[in-house]
Each structure stands twice: as C-alpha cells, then as structure tokens.
C-alpha cells in the first residue's frame, strides 16, 4: 500500500500540486487521471522520489519515503518497478542486458539464474526469443513490452507507469492495459498508473483519482465515474461525442 | 557562476561513492577506457605526426643562422613536443573527440528519462555514468600522451629525412642533448589535469541537460568549450608551477 499525505510541489513560482491525498491499495490498478498539466507526472514523479514534494509525505506500507536519504531508500527502490513514457531502455544495451541490469547489480544469482528471469519476463511480455535484440530494432508497442518486463525482473512490489498507452494504436493499448492489469492481479502488486487514455480508465481503473488545476478533485472507481455529477471530470472523460454517446446508453 | 560550481562539486562527490556492485561498475570502466584511449588513438596519432613534423621545420627556419647549431632544432622540437603540443594540443582535439561525446551521451539519456531509470532502480547514477568515464580520463589521457609525445618526435625525423633542412643526424642528436625527465613529469600531470577536466565538465554539461536534441547539443558545445577553456588555464597554472 502507499499513502501520500498532503503533498504540495512548487517550481519557481509556480505551484503544480496543491495539497494531494491519496491512498493507493495493494493488487490494484490505481489511475491518476487528469488533462495535461494538471500534474499527473508530477505527482507521479514525488511518489517515487524523482522530485522532492515542497511539503508532504509519501509512505511505503508505513515506511516514510519522503525523510529517507538516498541510501536509505535503496532497499524501497529495489522493490519498485517503473514503466517511462518513452520505455526508458537503455539504448546501449540489448534487450536481455536491459533486463539483466537491475538484477546484476542488485542480486547475488548466478548468471543463469538471472539468465532463467530474464527470459521468464519475457515469456511473461510475449517476447520470447527477441534477446538479443536492441531498442532501436523494436516497435513502439515492443519497447513498452519490454519496459514491462525490465520493471518486473526484480519482482517488484510497487509498479508506477507513466502514460502506458501514449503513441500507441488501440489495439496495443489494451494488450499493454491488460497485461499490466494480469500482473497487478497475480503478483499482488501495488501498482500506479498516470494516463488519460479512457479505455484505460475504463478497462481497468480499479482505483481513479481525478486531478484538476493541482488538486484532487474527484476519487472512486471506474463503476462509480460514468454516474458522477462532478462537472470538471465529466468535462474531461467525456469530452468526445463517442464517450457523450456511451454515456447515454448506460 | 558559484552555484554551477556548487552544483559541479556536489555532483563529482555523488560521482564517487561507493558502488553497488564493484563487478558492473569495473565492467564499466573497462568499456569506456577502451571507447577514450583505442578510439583516440587514430586522431592523436594523426595530428602528432603533423604536428611534430611542422614544429621541427619551423624552429629549422627560424634558427637559419650559423652560429646556431642545426642540432639545437631537435632539442627545441622535442622540449615543445613534450611539454606544451602533446599534451596541450591533443587534449584540445579529445576535448573535442571524448568531451562531445560523453555530454551528448549522458544528456541523451537524461531527456530520454534513462538516468531516472537508474535512479528509480537505486542506482546511484552519476556513480555508474559518471566515475567511470573520469577514470578512464584520467588513466587513458596520460597513456595517449606518450604515444602522441613519441610519434610527434618521430614526425619531426619524417621531417628532416623528406625535407632536408636538418639532417636525421643532427635532430637526433638535439633530441637526445640535455633531455631533463622533469618535462616528463609536467607533460604527464598535465595529462592527467586535462583527462580529468575533459570527462568532469563534459558529463557535467550532459547530466543537468534539460529539454530536447537541440539541449542536448547545446550541452554538448557548451561541454567543449568550457573543457577548452579550463585546459588551456590549468596548462598555464600548471606549468608556472612546475618549471
């Protein structure tokens, strides 16, 4: 479970987050949804310490993430998995060494063991047999695929992603979605998800947290939000004639 | 200009923590004293040629006196060649080689969220991306100065046997007149100032890149320069107190 309490961040003048809170509970898809800029990153961002919140605190299952120093969060960050925008792969190495990185420098397992999890997450992303493979050889929807698989190659207990769906055609989309959410399900991992791709809200928002203007301004899940009568959240989910033309079927 | 500074000495201490996993890290070290010292070794050998072969005809020309032994042309080539071309002159041409493309490198991987990758894993990034290419900055470096050092003299042989303004004879033995291995020592501490200047500024520049491609050559310029600048200022500080 991670519990963010109260968190503000600032740059320059410009305050971002307004005081958030949330709970997010473990073996559930957790959306953080909202139009752009209204912070979604950022607070993403603050929960797993790549920005310090101005003011704040971010638990992990009750350890305070926020006033542990660098070191002391090492053995937080081991448990964490995280899927980038862009898949993040280093572009150097192929997409074994990918997944092998966190686990020669985090594990004590022989080299084939390692090798034996490398090609276990693959298998689990449907890419059996593309190991040798660089990033710059693989698709859009591959490269996502293979971020999933690096994230959970140390199998973590916490999964953020950011913007899994972004640059991807609908049908990848929901294989991402659903796959995300199969982890989530089996590996009982908390996990995280910035988007505003509405099938992806749809399809799997067990947990939604809606951000309008740096603040919270409307929490439930993906049964709840076709019936709310929150006007700026409704604005932003049904935005397009199709959602309009759904919601008027349910 | 002093938070730079600040920014530049926080980043060099994070730089050299203790590692992870000293097995990845030394890997690491490995691959990039191959990329500085095996990828340079064609531009540094190049250019001392050239370079020796030129300084050793000039000083020829200029000393077209006969009260001057022809000889003392060797003695000058050679001091020149050890103490300010090859170190000075190469370390500007790896300012421009290595420097570029250690900025361009780890700035590609900050707009492309890699580093917070390392960061999110627990690695500690500026330790993994950083220290080792500042040591195979400052232990490849020096070892391309000799080689630039010994092939600049030899370039000034190529010079006297094509051009015939000295005879081989008497460079060689101007090389070999009064050598003083304290010119040694200066060239070779300024090797390693100038590797470690050109791997700190430029990885630097490249790990507080924010933005884009066109960012990431600014990085990449700016690396260059101030690396440029820093060099020819430590060259100057270095030799007024050595000799």
Same mark, same amino acid.
């Given at each position: 479970?991670?519990?963010?309490?109260?968190?503000?961040? /600032?740059?320059?003048? $410009?305050?971002? *987050?307004?005081?958030?809170?949330?709970?997010?509970?473990?073996?559930?898809?957790?959306?953080?949804?909202?139009?752009?800029?209204?912070?979604?990153?950022?607070?993403?961002?603050?929960?797993?310490?790549?920005?310090?919140?101005?003011?704040?605190?971010?638990?992990?299952?009750?350890? $305070?993430?926020?006033?542990?120093?660098?070191?002391?969060?090492?053995?937080?960050?081991?448990?964490?998995?995280? *899927?980038?925008?862009?898949?993040?792969?280093?572009?150097?190495?192929?997409?074994?060494?990918?997944?092998?990185?966190? *686990?020669?420098?985090?594990?004590?397992?022989?080299?084939?063991?390692?090798?034996?999890?490398? $090609?276990?997450?693959?298998?689990?992303?449907?890419?059996?047999?593309?190991?040798? %493979?660089?990033?710059?050889?693989?698709?859009?929807?591959?490269?996502?695929?293979?971020?999933?698989?690096?994230?959970?190659?140390?199998?973590?207990?916490?999964?953020?992603?950011?913007?899994?769906?972004?640059?991807?055609?609908?049908? /990848?989309?929901?294989?991402?979605?659903?796959?995300? $959410?199969? %982890?989530?399900?089996?590996?009982?991992?908390?996990?995280?998800?910035?988007?505003?791709?509405?099938?992806?809200?749809?399809?799997?928002?067990?947990?939604?947290?809606?951000?309008?203007?740096?603040?919270?301004?409307?929490?439930?899940?993906?049964?709840?939000?076709?019936?709310?009568?929150?006007?700026? %959240?409704?604005?932003?989910?049904?935005?397009?004639?199709?959602?309009?033309?759904?919601?008027?079927? %349910? | 200009?002093?938070?730079?500074?600040?920014?530049?000495?926080? @980043?060099?201490?994070? #730089?050299?923590?203790?590692?992870?996993?000293? =097995?990845?890290?030394?890997?690491?070290?490995?691959?990039?004293?191959? !990329?500085?010292?095996?990828?340079?070794?064609?531009?540094?050998?190049?250019?001392?040629?050239?370079?020796?072969?030129?300084?050793?005809?000039?000083?020829?020309?200029?000393?077209? !006196?006969?009260?001057?032994?022809? #000889?003392?042309?060797?003695?000058?080539?050679?001091?020149?060649?050890?103490?300010?071309?090859?170190?000075?002159?190469?370390?500007?041409?790896?300012?421009?080689?290595?420097?570029?493309?250690?900025?361009?490198?780890?700035?590609?991987?900050?707009?492309?969220?890699?580093?917070?990758?390392?960061?999110?894993?627990?690695?500690?990034?500026?330790?993994?991306?950083?220290?080792? =290419?500042?040591?195979?900055?400052?232990?490849?470096?020096?070892? @391309?100065?000799?080689?630039?050092?010994?092939?600049?003299?030899?370039?000034?042989?190529?010079? &006297?046997?094509?051009?015939?303004?000295?005879?081989?004879?008497?460079?060689?033995?101007?090389?070999?007149?009064?050598?003083?291995?304290?010119?040694?020592?200066?060239? @070779?501490? =300024?090797?390693?100032?100038?590797?470690?200047?050109?791997?700190?500024? &430029?990885?630097?520049?490249?790990?507080?890149?924010?933005?884009?491609?066109?960012?990431?050559?600014?990085?990449?310029?700016?690396?260059?320069?101030?690396? &440029?600048?820093?060099?020819?200022?430590?060259?100057?500080?270095?030799?007024?107190?050595?000799?």
């Amino acid at each position: 479970m991670i519990e963010i309490k109260d968190i503000f961040k /600032t740059f320059g003048e $410009n305050e971002v *987050l307004k005081g958030i809170s949330a709970t997010f509970q473990t073996g559930k898809n957790n959306l953080i949804i909202g139009g752009s800029g209204s912070g979604k990153t950022t607070l993403l961002k603050c929960i797993v310490g790549l920005h310090e919140p101005t003011k704040g605190e971010v638990f992990f299952d009750d350890e $305070n993430f926020t006033t542990m120093d660098f070191t002391q969060r090492v053995p937080i960050r081991t448990q964490i998995g995280m *899927l980038f925008q862009n898949s993040a792969l280093f572009d150097s190495m192929t997409v074994e060494e990918n997944i092998l990185f966190p *686990l020669n420098l985090f594990t004590n397992q022989s080299q084939s063991e390692k090798l034996d999890r490398a $090609n276990f997450c693959l298998e689990r992303v449907n890419l059996t047999g593309k190991n040798k %493979l660089y990033p710059s050889e693989l698709s859009g929807g591959m490269k996502k695929r293979v971020g999933i698989a690096r994230a959970i190659s140390m199998q973590p207990k916490y999964l953020f992603v950011d913007e899994p769906n972004s640059g991807l055609d609908p049908q /990848t989309s929901i294989l991402i979605d659903d796959l995300i $959410n199969e %982890l989530t399900d089996e590996y009982k991992i908390t996990t995280v998800i910035v988007t505003h791709d509405m099938n992806s809200v749809m399809g799997i928002g067990d947990h939604i947290v809606f951000l309008h203007q740096g603040k919270k301004w409307w929490e439930g899940s993906n049964k709840e939000i076709a019936h709310t009568d929150n006007k700026e %959240l409704n604005d932003f989910v049904f935005a397009s004639k199709f959602m309009q033309a759904a919601k008027s079927k %349910l | 200009m002093f938070d730079s500074l600040g920014k530049y000495v926080l @980043l060099l201490s994070l #730089s050299f923590r203790r590692p992870e996993k000293f =097995k990845v890290y030394w890997a690491e070290v490995m691959r990039e004293m191959v !990329s500085v010292g095996i990828g340079s070794l064609g531009i540094i050998s190049i250019i001392s040629v050239f370079i020796g072969a030129a300084t050793t005809i000039q000083v020829a020309f200029q000393l077209s !006196s006969p009260l001057v032994p022809l #000889s003392i042309a060797g003695k000058i080539a050679r001091d020149s060649t050890i103490l300010e071309f090859s170190p000075t002159i190469s370390s500007l041409v790896l300012a421009g080689r290595v420097g570029s493309s250690i900025a361009s490198q780890i700035g590609t991987m900050r707009v492309t969220e890699q580093i917070d990758a390392l960061e999110i894993m627990g690695v500690n990034a500026p330790g993994y991306l950083i220290a080792p =290419k500042i040591i195979a900055g400052v232990t490849m470096v020096p070892l @391309l100065i000799i080689v630039s050092i010994t092939l600049g003299i030899t370039g000034g042989y190529i010079a &006297c046997l094509a051009s015939g303004d000295i005879t081989p004879a008497d460079y060689i033995a101007g090389v070999h007149d009064g050598f003083d291995g304290l010119t040694i020592r200066v060239a @070779l501490v =300024k090797a390693v100032v100038f590797g470690f200047i050109i791997a700190s500024i &430029c990885a630097y520049q490249g790990f507080y890149t924010s933005g884009g491609a066109l960012e990431v050559g600014q990085s990449a310029t700016k690396g260059v320069v101030y690396s &440029c600048v820093m060099i020819l200022f430590a060259d100057l500080v270095i030799t007024r107190i050595m000799l």
